[in-house]
């Protein structure tokens, strides 16, 4: 709001100041005539000149008071659809887990809490490996590597079934799907996993 009101005036107030400063640097700089004569002079074609610079500045300011306004409601719709998502994502049924290229954990829904045991302030910025078997964790690596140099993963876009480790430390049977998605040049990796009876 300050920003938006702060061009509008910028705009305006350089428009109005524009008259006295071209008579200032009449006077003192080219000595041609005296402030008030260069600020009230009569000729037309200055006077149109004046009128025109001061019009396309208080414009600019109009102008760029509407796109900074357009700019914040298409932020704020952003803001509210990706607010929407996350509550859709936070109360699914299947739990849902994000990781980055790293595999640091950067996403965790309350399914994700009540299937594995880990609350989400404690889960977040560790590493996968504490939902993953110990003897399963080589074969993880694995597969994101290959698919780090090859795009090439088996266990992509379709259900796949495997253990999971719970933050108690016993193992239990989940299905997953596991889908990549890169954003701004970042890749991510997300799954929707649900537990299995054995």
């Not at 200055?46 to 932020?75: C, D, N, P, Y």
């Not at 887990?97 to 880990?118: K, P, Q, T």
């Not at 302030?121 to 560790?126: A, D, L, P």
């Not at 939902?131 to 876009?157: F, K, M, N, T």
């Amino acid at each position: 709001m300050l920003k938006r009101l702060s061009l509008a005036h910028l705009g305006i107030l350089v428009g109005v100041l524009y008259w006295p400063a071209e008579a200032l640097i009449h006077d003192f700089i080219f000595g041609q005539g005296s402030f008030m004569e260069n600020l009230l002079g009569s000729d037309p074609n200055e006077l149109w000149m004046r009128t025109l610079i001061s019009a396309m500045f208080i414009g600019f300011g109009i102008h760029a008071r509407r796109t900074v306004a357009h700019q914040e409601k298409l932020q704020e719709q952003l803001r509210k659809k990706s607010e929407r998502l996350h509550q859709i994502i936070d109360c699914t049924y299947d739990a849902y887990v994000s990781m980055d290229r790293n595999g640091v954990i950067n996403g965790w829904n309350r399914s994700a809490e009540a299937l594995f045991g880990w609350p989400r302030n404690k889960i977040i910025g560790q590493q996968l490996d504490v939902i993953i078997p110990e003897r399963l964790r080589d074969d993880h690596h694995q597969g994101v590597q290959r698919y780090q140099q090859d795009s090439i993963g088996p266990w992509l876009y379709k259900p796949v079934r495997t253990q999971a480790l719970h933050q108690d430390g016993f193992e239990f049977s989940i299905e997953m799907v596991v889908t990549p998605i890169k954003s701004d040049g970042a890749e991510e990796f997300f799954a929707f996993i649900r537990e299995q009876d054995n």
